[in-house]
């Protein structure tokens, strides 16, 4: 008896396969849609997709393609090496970068040093006048970039002013040794800030600083408030 083609979920027309799953697989010349009638790629898929296993990279025998595109046996012998990160754009098309891609550039929307800026890290130069720690109403000098958005690094230092004639201790010049540096704080409250608090003791001072800030949602760092 001659049999029917009928009887297979997949028929195969000249540039065109079609894979019949109830009414949710479409296709057309050169795109096959799954839960959508008109695919706009080569896969178009209209849902939640799962995956149920990746290999890492740097696994040995996780994959069977070899390096000419060809396969490599019944089991699978070959090491997977990622080398560019999987990216998706605002239409749900995946595609590739470059590692180097990873951070924004400056030819990326909002790439600048304010409070929304759309940058990973922002570096800003302040200058900080006499008793940062009483500016303010005693809450410090005010950096404006929000605790919300931002964790802040000032570069931890510390100095001791000695009488430059005798080398000797500070007591000569302000009657007792006196240090000096600067820290960030957490401002706490609503519309908290990061503040520049310290002082030199007995000194109208002015320095200048800089600040490294890091988006919030790529660094974890310990609770700053003090």
């Not at 195969?12 to 849609?33: C, D, E, H, R, Y």
């Not at 800030?193 to 600040?211: F, K, L, P, S, Y």
Request: proline content about 4%; hydrophobic content about 35%; cysteine-free.
């Amino acid at each position: 008896m001659k049999k029917s083609h009928r009887t297979s979920p997949f028929y195969l027309f000249p540039n065109i396969l079609l894979i019949v799953i109830g009414n949710s697989v479409f296709a057309q010349t050169g795109k096959v849609g799954i839960n959508t009638t008109t695919p706009t790629e080569i896969l178009d898929v209209k849902g939640t997709l799962r995956v149920r296993s990746l290999p890492n990279t740097g696994t040995a025998n996780s994959i069977y393609t070899t390096g000419t595109d060809a396969h490599s046996g019944a089991t699978p012998t070959q090491t997977f090496t990622g080398t560019t990160p999987l990216m998706i754009n605002t239409n749900g098309v995946l595609g590739t970068t470059t590692f180097s891609n990873l951070v924004p550039n400056n030819t990326a929307p909002n790439f600048n040093t304010t409070n929304t800026s759309g940058a990973m890290l922002v570096i800003k130069r302040f200058t900080i006048g006499d008793w940062a720690s009483g500016q303010n109403g005693n809450l410090g000098f005010d950096t404006g970039m929000s605790v919300a958005n931002w964790e802040a690094i000032l570069s931890g230092w510390m100095s001791t002013f000695t009488n430059n004639s005798t080398a000797s201790s500070a007591s000569q010049i302000f009657g007792t040794p006196n240090q000096f540096g600067f820290r960030m704080r957490a401002q706490t409250g609503g519309a908290a800030t990061w503040r520049i608090i310290g002082d030199i003791a007995t000194v109208n001072e002015a320095q200048i600083v800089d600040v490294l800030f890091i988006s919030k949602k790529n660094v974890a760092t310990e609770t700053r408030t003090n």
